[in-house]
């Protein structure tokens, strides 16, 4: 499994020196131990292996460990196998240390032979065995208890306190073994957090190889006691042993990896993520103080390729599954130092960057990856183009939980699609799920069902100064935020569900507002916003159709703005949706043209009587030689195909002449009028009524008073 960091530098470096010294001082503690021991043997004139049945019955035993441990590959940092330590375990109990080191020493020996990429591994684990038999024969001979090959332990001396002696010495070899396992064999830059899977999981592992061991070394030196020859027998549940711990090892392990890329997958994410923020948030990660200090964070980068689905339903999927495990190995290639890549499942992958610099230095890391992503990948002959977005959410500037960080980075991703610009950081404004946004949610529902939202009205004049109608805005005075903006309380409305309330509650309000003009006798047609969602809701023409019946408004006083948006989804529902209106008597107005991507095509197909051209390219008009070009043509565009043309954001004298002189037909903005509440909007509309102005003065003046940081939004 993939390793990666989980906390600052300083505790990795702290981690790496620990296992580096720390071998190297267990393989010469282990050699002086085995030297003390086999000198003080031969010193004596003792045997250093017992004879006969005996020795041979662990001689044969040995042999069938060792090959099994040859024969077994992949071994893991949490441990060497149950199957040797029971031997040497049992060994000790019955002939005392010497013995069951040279027992070690054989293992070592002959496995690092048989397995030449492996002899350092096998040459620290037994190194490790010695230290641990050291250390359960140094607690038995403080009861005084020193078995030896002269000397073996027979069954019918045990007593209970010498089992209770035994006990305490297997758990010594127990303890230091596995200490030193987990000192030297674990990775320094993937200590598992504490309190985690992935440490629940080895512990648990360790207790059921501690239990283990204690039940089946005295086993061991009984048989060896009453039955020598019957010692590799016990060959069998050893191994039996070693193979149900791999494989709870593996299956431990797969919970964590992604079986097709064999990256991490999103618990494991989740885990090291939790754990990079706890060493992050520690006392011991605060900056030094000083000018150039600055303090550590953590970044997700959620990474998402961006026409998968296309490869999945064109090549099939176990090409998709190929491709997936290209871009696997370039994300794996790409990482920077102390990085770490995870699958969190179909075409989404993750990249934790501990202890990054700043969410622009997490940027530049992403827009690394994604460029490592967008060179062509040859498959199956074919040359595939892949692109991918890629969102990013800083610790603590965004998040300081790991769940709550990778839902943000994910925010950012899609905002990355939504823009087609490849890297987003978070921004919160576009985070429809925020503490604050939700309470915004639940006031606007409250504030459409006491009647709290406003409409304003924005004429729309023509050159001759006759007023071609009024467009319905929304305002909405919060009691305690003050005035919200219209774009932030609408984007809500239309990932929550409440946008089609919303919409009824404009339209019946605008409504009203026509029906009170019309018997006041000012007839002039309002302009309401309507969103896709509204377009796609069953049975949305029969509601406004109902609508205009009950307060008896002719349909042509009615006016829906649309965008290009509405034929994104489902086209063909959109143009019988608008179709049905247009049948009832409703004009349809074509709105913020030009900044979509097939307004052309839409012109044909969308059932439109006006063409309202986009704030963005009319605020330039004076200016801009290129935006005068893009209005002209498009007002000829729309004359060649009937239908009028309106410019949004005039706001100055200069721009008013020029759209007149290119033939365009009405102008909205603050040169006209602001939008204006419904008693102020009459009393216009009256001064209007009553005076209106000729052709040659129908000019505004005195509107440069107003502020031009106005932006009418529906």
Not at 453 to 462: A, D, N, R, T, W
């Amino acid at each position: 499994m993939q390793s990666a960091p989980t906390g600052r530098p300083t505790q990795r470096r702290n981690c790496a020196w620990l296992a580096r010294y720390t071998r190297p001082a267990v393989l010469i503690t282990a050699a002086i131990a085995l030297l003390i021991g086999v000198s003080r043997v031969v010193a004596e004139g003792h045997a250093l292996f017992p004879g006969a049945r005996a020795g041979l019955g662990f001689a044969l035993l040995t042999g069938v460990v060792v090959t099994h441990l040859v024969a077994v590959r992949g071994d893991r940092w949490w441990g060497s196998s149950g199957s040797g330590a029971a031997l040497a375990l049992s060994m000790l109990l019955q002939y005392g240390w010497v013995p069951a080191l040279l027992i070690s020493l054989a293992v070592v020996t002959l496995v690092g032979a048989a397995r030449r990429d492996r002899r350092q591994q096998a040459l620290v684990h037994g190194s490790i065995d010695i230290l641990g038999v050291g250390a359960a024969g140094l607690t038995l001979a403080v009861f005084g208890v020193r078995p030896s090959v002269a000397h073996p332990w027979h069954p019918d001396d045990w007593t209970p306190a010498i089992l209770l002696q035994l006990l305490l010495g297997a758990v010594a070899y127990l303890v230091v073994s596995r200490t030193l396992h987990w000192l030297c064999d674990t990775p320094s830059a993937a200590l598992p957090a504490a309190g985690s899977a992935v440490t629940a999981a080895a512990l648990l592992r360790q207790g059921t190889i501690a239990l283990a061991l204690l039940c089946f070394a005295p086993l061991i030196v009984v048989v060896a006691a009453e039955v020598p020859l019957l010692i590799p027998l016990f060959a069998v549940p050893l191994i039996a042993l070693d193979r149900t711990l791999w494989l709870a090892n593996a299956r431990a392990e797969e919970q964590l990896l992604d079986p097709l890329t064999g990256l991490p997958n999103r618990q494991w994410l989740l885990d090291r993520t939790r754990a990079a923020l706890e060493e992050e948030a520690s006392p011991e990660a605060a900056p030094t103080p000083g000018p150039a200090a600055a303090p550590a964070r953590c970044a997700l980068v959620l990474i998402d390729l961006d026409s998968f689905r296309d490869v999945n339903d064109t090549l099939g999927h176990l090409t998709g599954d190929r491709l997936l495990l290209q871009i696997a190995d370039r994300i794996r290639a790409g990482l920077p130092p102390d990085a770490a890549a995870a699958r969190l499942g179909g075409d989404e992958f993750a990249v934790l960057l501990p202890g990054v610099a700043s969410a622009d230095a997490a940027r530049h890391t992403a827009r690394d990856l994604i460029r490592s992503l967008s060179a062509p990948l040859e498959l199956d002959g074919l040359t595939l183009l892949m692109e991918a977005s890629a969102g990013v959410a800083v610790a603590p500037d965004h998040a300081r939980e790991a769940e709550d960080l990778l839902r943000r980075a994910d925010v950012a991703m899609y905002a990355a699609k939504r823009d087609r610009c490849g890297v987003q950081v978070y921004e919160a404004s576009r985070d429809e799920h925020t503490p604050d946004r939700l309470g915004l949610l639940g006031d606007l529902r409250h504030a459409l069902e006491r009647g709290q939202v406003e409409l304003h009205y924005q004429p729309k004049v023509g050159f001759d100064g006759a007023v071609a109608g009024l467009e319905a805005l929304i305002r909405w005075e919060h009691p305690e935020r003050g005035r919200v903006p219209p774009d932030e309380f609408i984007a809500i409305a239309e990932t929550s569900g409440l946008m089609p309330q919303l919409t009824e509650y404009v339209l019946e309000t605008a409504l009203r507002q026509v029906a009170h003009w019309r018997a006041a006798g000012l007839t002039v047609p309002v302009a309401v916003n309507v969103s896709p969602r509204d377009v796609y809701t069953d049975g949305f023409t029969e509601a406004v159709a109902a609508r205009l019946a009950r307060h008896r408004v002719p349909a042509g006083s009615l006016q829906l703005e649309i965008t290009e948006h509405v034929m994104l989804e489902d086209p063909q529902h959109a143009a019988d949706t608008l179709a049905g209106l247009t049948a009832h008597g409703v004009k349809i107005s074509l709105d913020d043209f030009g900044t979509g991507y097939s307004s052309l095509s839409y012109l044909r197909t969308l059932p439109v009587s006006e063409l309202k051209i986009d704030r963005s390219f009319v605020a330039g008009l004076a200016a801009d030689p290129q935006n005068a070009e893009i209005v002209r043509c498009t007002i000829e565009l729309a004359h060649s195909l009937g239908l009028v043309v309106v410019a949004e954001g005039v706001e100055d004298d200069e721009t008013w002449e020029r759209l007149r002189d290119m033939g365009c037909d009405a102008v909205q903005g603050w040169l006209v009028s602001a939008a204006l509440p419904p008693v102020e909007a009459t009393a216009w509309l009256r001064g209007r009524d009553s005076d209106p102005p000729p052709a040659e003065a129908a000019r505004p003046t005195g509107a440069g008073e107003l502020p031009h940081n106005h932006q009418p939004v529906r």
